[in-house]
């Protein structure tokens, strides 16, 4: 079968210029009919001239997602090299340590593909047509780069895939099924479930910032949003004499209290109730809090949400406010994407004026190291994590 070629408009190759790596279906000006979903295309502009190549989707908005620049062919050895290439950056960055997260998508240059590592668990996330059409090769691909490996799970469940016209699939695409997996946070164990955590299980962007905020931690703790306690249980470890961990969830509630258990901590308790109404009940008691912990699941799932997402992170962070003791430390974290880092900034000023409350910034974070940010593509930075001081 002779290769696709799909034309790209002025504006889109400007796009590419610019150090974009998506071309949005307007900026499409022609496209074989024979073009299959997630096909890897040959990319021109309307003279003619070779752009590179890339996913195309049939569905999506998003109609193009580069891969290379380069005039190469796309087959199992180029993907070998881009998995080996991010392998050797986490290794780099944490030698020694076998969990962290192995592809980042576009920021990996592999749109779509999300893979954690877990030891010898691997979790990957099939998000788009093009990484959908990978599946058999990345599996043969990981197995090579990691014999070590008992289990290759896929948890391509997340809503997103729907605007690629993809249904969720989750199961175990090699190996047996992992059951609990057991890791390192510092000197703090941590169990996450591949097959039913949310995302790949854990939160391994938050790694790093959990082990910072440690180092801040003093007094009466107060994670929110607490999940299977990342924060709460390295405050009690670390500083807090107690830690309140408040989370909605039953189950994840059950996974906090257990890791309490399992780190030989007896300082902390656990609350299953919906942050926005606990906070608001302890500003009208008498407790007062000198860590506080807001790291809240995305409030914002497209533009159009953004308003009512910062009106959210308002509210909680106002909260908070005015339940920490002057000195205290406010860790006030967002993976809301659609809410940059001015706007959230610009979020806290509004809180803390309303609050009466003077908030000095100690230190600002995104995700962790294992996460980079592709220049060009701010769609690839969007967690936020603000380090407070609240006078």
């Known amino acids: 079968m002779s290769e696709s070629t799909i034309v790209i408009s002025r504006r889109g190759s400007e796009r590419l210029d610019q150090g974009l790596s998506w071309i949005y279906r307007s900026d499409v000006k022609s496209a074989p009919d024979a073009a299959p979903e997630g096909a890897i295309v040959r990319v021109t502009d309307q003279r003619g001239w070779f752009r590179g190549r890339?996913?195309?989707?049939?569905?999506?908005?998003?109609?193009?997602?580069?891969?290379?620049?380069?005039?190469?062919?796309?087959g199992r050895?180029?993907?070998?090299e881009r998995l080996r290439a991010a392998k050797a950056l986490r290794e780099k960055l944490f030698p020694g340590n076998p969990v962290y997260r192995l592809v980042h998508g576009d920021a990996d240059l592999l749109s779509g593909i999300v893979i954690d590592r877990y030891g010898s668990v691997l979790v990957v996330q099939l998000l788009t047509q093009g990484a959908e059409a990978l599946r058999d090769m990345l599996v043969s691909i990981l197995r090579e780069l990691f014999p070590e490996a008992e289990s290759i799970v896929e948890r391509s469940d997340a809503k997103v895939r729907q605007l690629e016209g993809l249904m969720p699939v989750k199961g175990v695409l090699f190996g047996r099924e992992p059951g609990e997996v057991e890791y390192m946070e510092g000197d703090i164990r941590l169990r996450i479930d591949p097959m039913d955590g949310q995302k790949t299980g854990g939160f391994l962007d938050q790694r790093e910032n959990h082990l910072l905020a440690a180092r801040y931690a003093f007094g009466e703790g107060l994670d929110c949003f607490s999940y299977t306690g990342g924060f709460a249980l390295q405050l009690a470890r670390h500083g807090c004499g107690h830690v309140t961990a408040v989370e909605i969830s039953e189950a994840a509630s059950r996974l906090i209290q257990q890791g309490a258990e399992r780190n030989g901590l007896s300082n902390v308790t656990v609350e299953t109730a919906n942050v926005f109404d606990f906070l608001k009940a302890q500003t009208l008691s008498a407790r007062r809090y000198d860590t506080i912990v807001l790291d809240p699941p995305s409030f914002a799932k497209n533009k159009a949400s953004i308003d009512s997402a910062l009106r959210g992170y308002k509210e909680i962070n106002l909260r908070a406010m005015q339940l920490i003791r002057p000195g205290g430390i406010l860790v006030s974290a967002s993976c809301s994407f659609h809410v940059d880092e001015f706007a959230f900034e610009e979020m806290l000023r509004a809180a803390a004026a309303d609050a009466k409350r003077s908030v000095q910034i100690v230190e600002k974070h995104g995700a962790g190291r294992d996460h980079p940010v592709l220049l060009g593509m701010r769609e690839t930075r969007y967690l936020k994590c603000f380090f407070l001081r609240v006078l």
């Open 54 to 74: 890339a996913f195309w989707s049939t569905r999506s908005q998003i109609a193009l997602r580069m891969l290379t620049a380069d005039d190469v062919l796309c």
């Open 77 to 80: 050895q180029f993907f070998l």
